[in-house]
């Protein structure tokens, strides 16, 4: 049985109506950049994430882009962010001319927290609080920080302006942690929610809050896999900041807020009609969909948790109804790489689709081998890219097929 990681068609072959007429619409309306359909869906995003204002731009990679620039980050500034993830988390960053300071991941998959804030007492209060560790081995993450601050001896507390997390495979982050970092660190969050549209994180006062929200600014991806994705790219910016969103706003347009009028130097990064329209098709199925997407991943857990073969499943509860994962990936890790390569070997002889996110991670990649970080910097990330296997996952995957993968890992 052919099973793929993913599958778009089968999607579109419910939606094939609702998708045509959008298409037709849009071009026998003549207006095909900057219209209708972008200015609804972007008020739709804004309502269904809980922010003021959503700028729709024409891929997450220049939603990053653009938002680092709004900030004003550029040569001689430092951003903090995660080497486990994909590239454009990074490459933005140096794009506006700054610097990236990689910080080791958890057992989550996302950027640890407590680094982060060992890292940023030791620069911006000058002395390494150890009290704001919270989970793990202490003694590992204050090693692994020295590491990365002896790369970084002569920063300025005043140059390290930005945090990015990642909300890597749809796995919500400690929104109410960043915040305070924010707070106490006098640091921007740029929130990367491209992989986690829908997930949320429930505050101690019990409110809930959705990722992307909270960011000074924060983006979306709609690339076609995504759980919200068109059919070509797609991204959008998020903020509660009136000021911010008018400076996106024009750096989607070459810096003009007025045509042929430049302002500033900024891009041709629009999110297309005709993606927009798509898009707000597919936003009224989203909820469904993730819902889908949480039974695969419980089915997953609940047989691949007795797996000997693996060493952790991403089993997340759904808490009181709230949405702390919402399963853009299922990754696996297994107890050691020689079993991922027997494993995968047995899924191409069984057409399993499968995907290895990520294999090198980021601070060993050849184009940051100028910062100096070397193998054995970053423990975690750098076993995970060893070790971590994405199954197949998307709505529309049958109980048989699922059942399938659980059988193959099984035998």
Known sequence: MEIPLFDLTRQYMRLRSEILEVVDRVISSGKVILGKEVNE??????????????????????ALVI??????????????????????????????????????????YNLDLDQVELFLSKVKEGKMDETVVQNGDID??????????????????????????????????????????RERYDVK?????????????????????????????????????????????GGMILTNDEELAKICRKLRVHGAEKKYFHDIVGYNARLDEIHAGILRVKLKYLDEWIEKRYQIAQMYSKELSKNSLLESVPDVDWKDGVRY???????????????REKVMDEFKKREIGFSIYYPLPLHLQKCFKNLGYKEGFLPVSEELSKTTLALPMFPELREDEVEEVISSLKE
């Open 41 to 62: 869906f972007e008020r739709e995003i804004a309502d269904y994430i809980g922010v003021k204002h959503a700028i729709g731009v024409s891929s997450g990679t220049d």
């Open 67 to 108: 938002s680092i620039k709004a900030l004003g980050v550029g040569p001689g500034d430092f951003v903090i962010t995660t080497p486990y993830t994909f590239f454009a988390t990074a490459s933005c960053i140096v794009r506006n001319g700054a610097t990236p300071i990689f910080l080791d991941v958890d057992e989550t």
């Open 140 to 181: 590992r993450k204050v090693k692994t920080v020295n590491k990365v601050l002896d790369l970084y001896k002569d920063i300025k507390p005043e140059r390290v302006k930005a945090v990015i997390p990642v909300h890597l495979f749809g796995r919500t982050m400690d929104l109410e942690r960043l915040e305070r970092i």
């Open 189 to 233: 969050i740029v929130e990367d929610a491209a992989q986690s549209i829908g997930s949320e994180w429930r505050y101690d006062d019990g409110v809930v809050k959705k990722s992307g929200s909270i960011g000074d600014l924060s983006i979306l991806s709609f690339f076609p896999t995504k759980n919200l994705g068109t059919y070509g790219d």
């Open 325 to 339: 994962h919402v399963y853009h990936q299922y990754v696996v890790r297994f107890k050691d790489s020689h079993i």
